[in-house]
């Protein structure tokens, strides 16, 4: 079946250092990815779409300039969270889409997520 | 996106059968219904997908009344290891954002 790679899957770092995490679609290609954000006993909040080729489009609330994503290949996108701080500790979950194939009921796929702790 | 409600938390025992019911009264004609299943500090993984009636795969089955304004997802004879968090999500999966309601959190007990 369809997987989505995440990594790293666990990262610790010093307040005010910027954190890259990369999300891969490892057997097809996906031309929307989507970051997600999850705190403990929480669902999952959504923060942005990824678009390959494009601009993210961020929803409401979610700083851009703090969360840069880059979708540059139809197989990547990376999440970078810049001046991090413990606020931003988080669990962060990518997802991506297989292609529709003219097919509207493709689910999403889900990488395992990145435990990211600020201190 | 249509608004889905579900049940905050259900205890089942093993080996029983469980069903989590969804609610989604403004489901629109494109939707289809899509449940996950997520585990602690992992990522939801696909359970089982539909669009009106029954159905069914080897882990679950899903049942939609004819008006599509709720789904029961059924596991059968659960076990520990089904101890998890279940969401209901309702969308056009192939061409829209997908939105996360609160989900169910299934415990089961030995």
């Known amino acids: 079946g369809a997987v989505v790679s995440q990594h790293p899957s666990w990262v610790i770092c010093k307040s005010g250092t910027s954190v890259k995490i990369e999300c891969r679609s490892l057997?097809?290609?996906?031309?929307?990815m989507f970051w997600y954000r999850q705190f403990p006993k929480q669902s999952l909040m959504l923060m942005a779409t990824s678009n390959e080729g494009s601009k993210a489009t961020y929803e409401q609330g979610v700083e851009k300039d703090k969360f840069l994503i880059n979708h540059a290949s139809l197989t990547l996108s990376t999440l970078t969270v810049t001046s991090a701080h413990p606020e931003d500790s988080s669990f962060y979950i990518c997802?991506?889409?297989?292609?529709?194939?003219?097919?509207?009921?493709?689910?999403?796929?889900f990488g395992d997520g990145t435990r990211l702790s600020i201190l | 996106l249509a608004k889905t409600t579900q049940p905050i938390s259900m205890d089942s025992y093993e080996g029983q059968e469980v069903n989590i019911t969804c609610s989604h009264n403004n489901i629109a004609t494109n939707d289809y219904i899509t449940w996950y299943q997520q585990f602690p500090s992992q990522g939801p993984r696909f359970i089982i997908q539909g669009y009106k009636t029954k159905v069914t795969n080897e882990v679950a089955s899903l049942f939609i009344p004819a008006d599509r304004k709720s789904s029961t997802l059924s596991l059968p004879r659960v076990s520990l290891s089904d101890t998890a968090v279940y969401y209901c999500l309702v969308g056009v999966p192939g061409g829209f954002k997908t939105i996360f309601g609160a989900g169910t959190r299934l415990f089961v007990k030995a």
């Open positions: 997802s991506a889409r297989l292609p529709t194939g003219g097919l509207d009921n493709q689910p999403q796929h």
């Open positions: 057997d097809f290609q996906a031309t929307t």
